[in-house]
C-alpha cells in the first residue's frame, strides 16, 4: 500500500508540472507567478501627432498578462471607464476622432492602465492628463541649403513648406560623432565655422515644430579643407566705368576652385593700410569675376584688393590703384549770335576735361553735332551754326577724361534756347552747317574730297541714294536708332569694294577691307576690329545692329565709316549723311 501511495504522489507531480509548462507556452513568459498577479505597467505618458490624435505609451513590467485594460474619465469628472483592451505584451494605444470612444482637439482626459491575467488584475498605473492637440502636423521644410559667410560661420536656410509651426528643429553631426542641435523661429540659421572640423562631411535634418512635430528633411554639407587661391586682377589692372562716371567696373581672374565668394576691398589711393571692416565694399558668389563699385564721390583715387574666402579663410590679391573717378557736370550756356547762329559756352570745377555737345529739336532725339573737344585744346565754347530763326533747340555737354577711351561722361542738365528771327547776316551770306563729325578728332569740316574718291549721300527715312552724283535705290531707308544713324550696310560695301558676309544660325555680319575686318552681331552692342573687341558707341550702349523690314541688315553709320577709313558729314538740319572714302 505505502508503494502504491508512493506512485500516485509522483504522477500528480508529473501532471503538474505539465499544467505549469503548458500554461507558460500559453502565455509565451517562461515561468509563471504561481499567484497569477500581473506586475502593475509604469511610465504611462503621451505624444500628440496631429490634431485630434493622441498616442498612449507605458512599460510593461509584467511576464504574464493576458491584455491591458485602458481606462478613460473626463478631467472633473469621479468615475472611470473602461474604454478598451489591447493584447499582451501591447505599450502604446491611439486614441482619436475615429475611436470607440472619441477624443476631440483642446479638449482634456484623464487615463490610467492595468495588466490583467486570466483571473486576476494588476495595480493601476500613474494617472495621466493629457489636453488633445489641436494643432495639424507641419508640412516638413524642404531645400535644405548652405552658404559660407565670410564672418566665421555657415548659414543654413531651407524653404518653410507649413504655416502653422512654432519652431525649426536642427540636427547635425559628422561620423562617428556626438549630434547637435539648435531651434529658431526663422527659416535660416548661422553656426560658428569654427564648430566644425575642416573638410569633413556633416549631416543636417530640419524639421518644422508644433505640439505634433513633421518628418524630417536632410542633406549633408563638405567643409572646406584649405584655402582658396588667391584672384589675380586682369593685366594688373582690370578696372573701368561703365558709362557712368560714379560706378567702376573691378574684374578680375578666378585661380580658385573652392571659394565660398570674393570680397571687395576699396580704399582712398596713398592713405593708410587695407583694413577689412571699414575698406571692405561688397561681397559676391563665387565662381564671379566682376563687381560693379557704385556712387563714388567724382575726381577722387582709389585702390583696391580682392579676397577669396571659404568660412574659414581667405586668400587676398594685391592692391590695385583704379583711374581717377569721372568729371564733375560741366555748366553750359546758350546764347544767340545771329538769326542762324547760337553760341555755346561751358565750364566745369573737374580739371583736364574733354567733351562733347548734342542737340535735339522738340520731339526729337539728341543728335551729336560736335565731337571731342579734348582739354589740351583749351576751347570752352563752340558756335553752333545749324539752326533755323524761330525754332526752340535743346542742348546737352558732356565732360569726360581721355574719351573716349575712358567712358566716364557726365551730361550737364538740359539748355534750351529759342533762336529769333533778327535782320543780320554774315558778310558772306546765309550761314552754313558746321555740324562735321570727324572720327579722326581733328579739327575742320566740310572738306572737299580728293578726286579718287567715293561719295555717298543718304536721307534719314528715304530709300533713294547719290553715289558719287548717281542716284541708285536701296531696300530700306537708314533710320535714327537710339539717337544714332542707322543704314542698309550694302549701299557702303559695295561702292568701296568691300566684301560682305551674312551668317545666318548666329546673326553675324563680317565686312572686310584691305587689312580691316570687322565682325559684328545682330543686337550686340560690342564688335571685333581686326580680332579686338570694342563696344559699337562708347557713348551710347544701346546702340546696335538691327534687323528692319522686309528684311534687311541696319548697321551703325559712325562705326562702319569711320573703322572702314571714311569721313562723315552729317547736316542735322536736312537729317543728311554725306560717306567720303578716299582709294
Known amino acids: 500500500m505505502k508503494r502504491y501511495f508512493l506512485s500516485l504522489l509522483v504522477v500528480l507531480c508529473l501532471q503538474l508540472a505539465c499544467f505549469q509548462t503548458a500554461f507558460a507556452a500559453v502565455a509565451g513568459k517562461g515561468d509563471i507567478n504561481l499567484n497569477f498577479v500581473p506586475a502593475s505597467p509604469t511610465g504611462l505618458q503621451y505624444t500628440c501627432s496631429g490634431a485630434g490624435v493622441v498616442t498612449l505609451t507605458w512599460t510593461d513590467n509584467s511576464n504574464n498578462e493576458s491584455?491591458?485594460?485602458?481606462?478613460?474619465?473626463?478631467?472633473?469628472?469621479?468615475?472611470?471607464?473602461?474604454?478598451?483592451?489591447?493584447?499582451?505584451?501591447?505599450?502604446?494605444?491611439?486614441?482619436?476622432?475615429?475611436?470607440?470612444?472619441?477624443?476631440?482637439?483642446?479638449?482634456?482626459?484623464?487615463?490610467?492602465?492595468?495588466?490583467?491575467?486570466?483571473?486576476?488584475?494588476?495595480?493601476?498605473?500613474?494617472?495621466?492628463?493629457?489636453?488633445?492637440?489641436?494643432?495639424?502636423?507641419?508640412?516638413?521644410?524642404?531645400?535644405?541649403?548652405?552658404?559660407?559667410?565670410?564672418?566665421?560661420?555657415?548659414?543654413?536656410?531651407?524653404?518653410?513648406?507649413?504655416?502653422?509651426?512654432?519652431?525649426?528643429?536642427?540636427?547635425?553631426?559628422?561620423?562617428?560623432?556626438?549630434?547637435?542641435?539648435?531651434?529658431?523661429?526663422?527659416?535660416?540659421?548661422?553656426?560658428?565655422?569654427?564648430?566644425?572640423?575642416?573638410?569633413?562631411?556633416?549631416?543636417?535634418?530640419?524639421?518644422?515644430?508644433?505640439?505634433s512635430g513633421s518628418a524630417y528633411s536632410e542633406a549633408t554639407f563638405t567643409t572646406p579643407a584649405s584655402a582658396p587661391t588667391a584672384?589675380?586682377?586682369?593685366?594688373?589692372?582690370?578696372?573701368?566705368?561703365?558709362?557712368?562716371?560714379?560706378?567702376?567696373?573691378?574684374?578680375?581672374?578666378?585661380?580658385?576652385?573652392?571659394?565660398?565668394?570674393?570680397?571687395?576691398?576699396?580704399?582712398?589711393?596713398?592713405?593708410?593700410?587695407?583694413?577689412?571692416?571699414?575698406?571692405?565694399?561688397?561681397?559676391?558668389?563665387?565662381?564671379?569675376?566682376y563687381f560693379n563699385d557704385a556712387n563714388l564721390?567724382?575726381?577722387?583715387?582709389?585702390?583696391?584688393?580682392?579676397?577669396?574666402?571659404?568660412?574659414?579663410?581667405?586668400?587676398?590679391s594685391s592692391a590695385v590703384q583704379a583711374p581717377i573717378t569721372g568729371p564733375q557736370n560741366p555748366v553750359l550756356t546758350a546764347t544767340t549770335v545771329s538769326n542762324g547762329e547760337v553760341k555755346l559756352d561751358w565750364s566745369c570745377a573737374s580739371s583736364n576735361v574733354d567733351v562733347f555737345i548734342e542737340r535735339k529739336s522738340p520731339g526729337q532725339v539728341y543728335q551729336r553735332i560736335k565731337g571731342w573737344i579734348y582739354s589740351s585744346d583749351n576751347i570752352h565754347s563752340f558756335n553752333d551754326t545749324g539752326v533755323s530763326p524761330g525754332q526752340t533747340y535743346y542742348y546737352k555737354i558732356y565732360a569726360g577724361r581721355n574719351c573716349p577711351v575712358n567712358k566716364d561722361t557726365m551730361a550737364t542738365?538740359?539748355?534750351?534756347?529759342?533762336?529769333?528771327?533778327?535782320?543780320?547776316?554774315?558778310?558772306?551770306?546765309?550761314?552754313?552747317?558746321?555740324?562735321?563729325?570727324?572720327?579722326?578728332?581733328?579739327?575742320?569740316?566740310?572738306?572737299?574730297?580728293?578726286?579718287?574718291?567715293?561719295?555717298?549721300?543718304l536721307n534719314i527715312g528715304q530709300t533713294t541714294y547719290q553715289l558719287d552724283g548717281q542716284?541708285?535705290?536701296?531696300?530700306?531707308p537708314p533710320v535714327i536708332y537710339e539717337g544714332r544713324t542707322l543704314l542698309p550696310i550694302a549701299c557702303v560695301t559695295e561702292p568701296l569694294g568691300a566684301?560682305?558676309?551674312?551668317?545666318?544660325?548666329?546673326?553675324?555680319?563680317?565686312?572686310?577691307?584691305?587689312d580691316k575686318t570687322l565682325e559684328l552681331w545682330i543686337g550686340k552692342n560690342t564688335?571685333?576690329?581686326?580680332?579686338?573687341?570694342?563696344?559699337?558707341?562708347?557713348?551710347?550702349?544701346?546702340?546696335?545692329?538691327?534687323?528692319?523690314?522686309?528684311?534687311?541688315t541696319l548697321l551703325p553709320m559712325s562705326f562702319i565709316s569711320k573703322n572702314l577709313g571714311c569721313q562723315v558729314d552729317w547736316d542735322g538740319q536736312t537729317q543728311q549723311a554725306k560717306i567720303t572714302y578716299s582709294s
Open 297 to 316: 564721390p567724382l575726381d577722387q583715387n582709389f585702390e583696391y584688393m580682392i579676397g577669396s574666402f571659404t568660412m574659414y579663410d581667405h586668400s587676398f
Open 527 to 552: 564688335a571685333l576690329v581686326n580680332g579686338q573687341e570694342v563696344f559699337i558707341d562708347p557713348i551710347n550702349p544701346n546702340v546696335i545692329p538691327i534687323i528692319a523690314p522686309p528684311g534687311r
Open 67 to 211: 491584455r491591458f485594460v485602458i481606462e478613460r474619465k473626463g478631467v472633473n469628472d469621479s468615475s472611470w471607464f473602461e474604454i478598451d483592451t489591447v493584447a499582451a505584451n501591447t505599450t502604446s494605444y491611439v486614441q482619436s476622432q475615429e475611436s470607440t470612444y472619441p477624443i476631440y482637439p483642446g479638449e482634456s482626459y484623464c487615463y490610467r492602465i492595468k495588466a490583467r491575467g486570466n483571473t486576476v488584475s494588476s495595480g493601476y498605473s500613474n494617472e495621466l492628463t493629457v489636453t488633445v492637440s489641436d494643432q495639424t502636423i507641419p508640412i516638413a521644410p524642404g531645400n535644405i541649403r548652405f552658404e559660407q559667410l565670410l564672418e566665421g560661420k555657415l548659414k543654413v536656410s531651407w524653404d518653410d513648406r507649413s504655416n502653422n509651426e512654432t519652431k525649426f528643429r536642427i540636427e547635425y553631426w559628422a561620423p562617428n560623432t556626438t549630434a547637435y542641435y539648435d531651434e529658431t523661429t526663422e527659416s535660416w540659421l548661422e553656426l560658428s565655422a569654427y564648430s566644425f572640423q575642416k573638410g569633413t562631411l556633416y549631416t543636417f535634418r530640419v524639421k518644422a515644430v508644433n505640439d
Open 231 to 289: 584672384p589675380v586682377f586682369y593685366n594688373n589692372m582690370g578696372m573701368a566705368y561703365l558709362n557712368n562716371p560714379s560706378t567702376m567696373h573691378v574684374s578680375w581672374q578666378d585661380k580658385s576652385n573652392n571659394e565660398a565668394g570674393f570680397v571687395i576691398l576699396r580704399k582712398q589711393a596713398g592713405v593708410g593700410e587695407f583694413n577689412f571692416l571699414s575698406n571692405k565694399v561688397g561681397i559676391v558668389d563665387k565662381n564671379t569675376t
Open 413 to 457: 542738365a538740359e539748355t534750351s534756347i529759342t533762336v529769333p528771327t533778327l535782320p543780320v547776316a554774315s558778310q558772306n551770306g546765309a550761314k552754313t552747317i558746321n555740324t562735321t563729325v570727324q572720327f579722326n578728332n581733328n579739327a575742320g569740316s566740310n572738306i572737299n574730297p580728293p578726286s579718287n574718291s567715293h561719295v555717298i549721300t
Open 499 to 514: 566684301k560682305l558676309n551674312w551668317e545666318v544660325a548666329s546673326q553675324k555680319i563680317t565686312i572686310t577691307l584691305g
Open 471 to 476: 542716284q541708285h535705290q536701296m531696300d530700306s
